[in-house]
């Protein structure tokens, strides 16, 4: 079966500051990853997703995400963030034949001015 | 890129009645499409899987009377909330894929928040 684990529940950042959403996941096979970005209300965005090849992987609104297979990881970065940001992020993982995707808790992030 | 639309975004009714959501694939061929419930600040639990022209699966503990699904084209999946009471208020997301992109993408529709009085 296909989880994932978003450690942070809450986090924090200075407008300007750099960001780091965790994610860590379980499967059997090679996954396919992703993230979402949801506010308030709203509906889901992917930002990014990796599926094979360069294990850096760049999004839009400046996010990037790093997919570490020792570590199960990947892992969510942006240098410089904008108070736009803060919402609510989700990891998902999926790879199976049925489609279904495995979504984390979901982190969220505000930003301090 | 692909566009899911949802409608109602958001509706209010009474207890005892039902309540139809619609998803539609604006721009490509849902093979597939996925009912999910959100409660306030939880993530995403998957109900149902739908593939067109098929019957709906469903995840273990989702009430299939309850939450009828229909996937009766390549552009629209509805989910109807029967018999609706207080506790199915929440915030209900379609997604779809068309199993031509990329494996396992999925595209997400705006939700719909539902409110039962």
């Known amino acids: 079966a296909q989880s994932v684990t978003q450690p942070d529940i809450h986090i924090t950042v200075s407008e300007g500051a750099s960001l780091e959403l965790r994610c860590n996941y379980s499967y059997g096979a090679t996954p396919y990853l992703f993230w979402y970005v949801q506010s308030p209300g709203q509906g889901l965005q992917l930002l990014l997703k990796y599926f094979s090849g360069d294990t850096l992987v760049q999004g839009i609104k400046g996010f990037e995400a790093e997919f570490k297979r020792s570590q199960s990881s990947f892992n969510l970065r942006k240098p410089s963030v904008h108070w736009s940001d803060a919402a609510e992020y989700f990891c998902a993982v999926g790879g199976g034949g049925d489609y279904k995707l495995s979504f984390g808790a979901g982190t969220t992030v505000t930003v301090r001015a | 890129g692909a566009v899911v639309s949802q409608h109602p975004s958001r509706v209010i009714c009474k207890s005892g009645t039902s309540v139809k959501i619609e998803c539609r694939s604006l721009?490509?061929?849902?093979?597939?499409m996925f009912w999910y419930r959100q409660f306030p600040k939880k993530s995403l639990m998957l109900m149902a899987t739908s593939n067109e022209g098929s019957k709906a699966t469903y995840e273990q503990g989702v009430e299939k009377d309850k939450f009828l699904i229909n996937h009766a084209s390549l552009t629209l999946s509805t989910l109807t909330v029967t018999s609706a009471h207080p506790e199915d208020s929440s915030f209900y997301i379609c997604?779809?894929?068309?199993?031509?992109?990329?494996?396992?993408?999925?595209?997400f529709g705006p939700g719909t928040r539902l409110t039962v009085l």
């Open positions: 721009d490509f061929q849902a093979t597939t």
């Open positions: 997604s779809a894929s068309s199993r031509e992109g990329p494996y396992n993408e999925q595209f």
